[in-house]
């Protein structure tokens, strides 16, 4: 017999958070809260951007200026670090004190991030790709299913997943 997702009790609540991806913690914070389940807030600094914004040919363009200019590593880092403390003081302000929540940031490759969030054991959880709608469409896996290459998928679709025991 299938297992719908109204029968599950989300536990715990995954919400992942990048750079340059959309980010909406008072929604995240509101769904866990409607489900009465842990949230861990993952901000994901994603080790390849980083390399990329070392190399010497890197260029970003300018939101104003429209013109090419050399990615710097460092002014990189500093944006990584205050969107990072954003999205934190918006979770608190959603969340409260009391609330059960934590928040981490990860230097990883986002499935690799990801994947440790999810070995920690907490099951039945639900997994919020960085910019997914938290009102969006949901998909059921078990835990087995839980290779880093459908992580991978499961991020690039924006899609939430709710993971299940065995």
């Known amino acids: 017999m299938a297992v719908r997702e109204e029968e599950v009790r ?17 929604a995240v914070a ?9 949230l861990l807030g993952l901000f ?31 002014a990189l880092e500093r944006q990584m670090r205050a969107q990072a ?17 934590a928040f981490r940031v990860e230097r990883a490759s986002p499935a690799s991030a990801v994947e440790a969030a999810l070995a920690e054991g907490h099951a039945p959880a639900l997994l919020i790709p960085p910019g997914g709608n938290v009102a969006g469409e949901r ?10 290459a459908a992580i991978k998928e499961w991020l690039a679709s924006g ?8």
Do not use: N, Q, Y
């Not at 998909?139 to 880093?148: A, F, G, H, Q």
């Open 85 to 101: 403390r954003m999205l934190e003081e918006a979770l608190a302000a959603a969340l409260g004190p009391s609330a059960g929540w």
């Open 139 to 148: 998909k059921l896996v078990k835990r087995p299913e839980l290779t880093t």
């Open 44 to 74: 994901i600094e994603d080790v390849e951007l980083l390399r990329f914004a070392a190399l010497p040919f890197a260029r970003e363009v300018g939101m104003a200026s429209a013109l090419p200019m050399a990615m710097s590593l460092e």
């Open 159 to 166: 899609k939430l997943v709710v993971i299940l025991p065995e």
């Open 10 to 26: 989300i536990r715990r609540v995954v919400a992942c958070f990048a750079p340059g991806h959309a980010a909406r913690p008072e």
């Open 30 to 38: 509101r769904l866990a809260r409607e489900l009465e389940a842990d």
